[in-house]
């Protein structure tokens, strides 16, 4: 898996890592019992401190994604057999409030949601279209 990070974005370096693992799971192109590289090779491959990627790890640990085992390094557990994830319910009506505050209509943002859902399915990316 091809790992691009934005140092210019606004987005913490670890929020961006973490997600690309997750569009990677969600797509197909991480799967279940595959190993990630460890902590100190991705860092040194992406130029970025080593805690940077500790930091999404432990994200995307905590969060059930991925499995950090001392001999084995971090494997993809294959997450979200068992219905949402957490924080999606809290991450949902924030997006819900921003559609409402730029009056969106209702049916628009299901469409959205629906096109953003296809999107990750297929190989998706950060930016989804309705």
Known sequence: MIIEIDTQS???LYEQLRDQVVFGIADGRLRAGEALPSVRRLAAD????FHTVGKAYAALCGEGYIAIDRRRGAVVTGAGQG???PKLAAQLALCAAQALCHRMAEDDFIELCRGCYRQAREGGTSQCKS
């Open 46 to 49: 992406l130029g970025i401190n």
């Open 83 to 85: 219905g949402p994830p």
């Open 10 to 12: 606004a987005q913490p």
